[in-house]
């Protein structure tokens, strides 16, 4: 059974603070790795994606990615109120299904001001 | 552009009662999914269709049909809704183009009685 599991939350931090969540997964085929995020009521919109090792920035985000230890992070700098929400991290089934994903459970991010 | 609309946004169903659940997407993607989300579960994949014309069964299919009508559209039957099935149900889209980055419809909310 092919998983992907998320730090448990809920997760607080302060306004202004760094802010680390965290996914490993068990498929070592896995090619493509994405982050979503859900604020309640809400459907997932897409936040990150990374297909390579090691880092990749898009303004106060930043992803990380290990493939040997599987394991992809998603690090949000200098957090603020509206971060607050679920972020799901999701994986593709491996190297036979690349338009297929795995979501955790995601993991819930309450930003305190 | 729409991107990924769905109908309709909330329904209520009587055990045995079925009813279709309509998704489209207005860029021109050849994959198409339809997701269940309950609380603590996280997204799991109920069928998803790599192109027009085909589908394929997902984590949990039981209790489920689907149709990719053409390119843009892909619905979800329920035949005999069960209180089970009471969840929210969310169709996305993706393509290579993208690297299968998935774009989400804003929701359907069952509750089955």
């Known amino acids: 059974q092919k998983e992907v599991e998320q730090n448990s939350g809920p997760l607080s931090v302060p306004e202004g603070a760094i802010a680390s969540l965290n996914c490993t997964y068990s498929?070592?085929?896995?090619?493509?790795f994405f982050w979503y995020r859900q604020y309640s009521g809400k459907s997932p919109e897409l936040i990150m994606s990374?297909?390579?090792?090691g880092d990749k920035e898009d303004g106060r985000f930043t992803a990380q990615l290990n493939k040997a230890s599987q394991y992809v992070s998603l690090l949000i700098r200098d957090s603020q109120p509206s971060d607050s929400a679920t972020y799901l991290c999701?994986?593709?089934?491996?190297?036979?299904?690349?338009?297929?994903?795995?979501f955790g459970p995601g993991t819930s991010l309450s930003v305190i001001p | 552009n729409a991107g990924v609309t769905q109908t309709p946004k909330f329904q209520v169903l009587k055990t045995g009662q079925s009813m279709t659940l309509q998704c489209a997407q207005d860029?021109?993607?050849?994959?198409m999914y339809w997701y269940r989300q309950d609380p603590g579960m996280g997204l799991r994949l109920i069928y998803y269709?790599?192109?027009?014309?085909?589908?394929d069964k997902g984590e949990v299919p039981n209790g489920y049909n689907v149709s990719r009508l053409n390119k843009r559209e892909f619905s979800l039957r329920l035949e005999s809704a069960a209180p089970s099935q009471t969840s929210v149900y969310f169709c996305?889209?993706?393509?290579?183009?993208?690297?299968?980055?998935?774009?989400f419809g804003p929701g359907t909310r069952l509750t089955v009685l």
């Open positions: 996305a889209s993706s393509d290579i183009a993208g690297g299968y980055e998935q774009f």
């Open positions: 498929d070592r085929g896995s090619q493509s």
């Open positions: 990374i297909y390579s090792n």
């Open positions: 999701a994986v593709n089934e491996g190297k036979t299904s690349y338009d297929k994903v795995i």
């Open positions: 860029m021109n993607h050849n994959s």
């Open positions: 269709s790599a192109s027009e014309g085909t589908t």
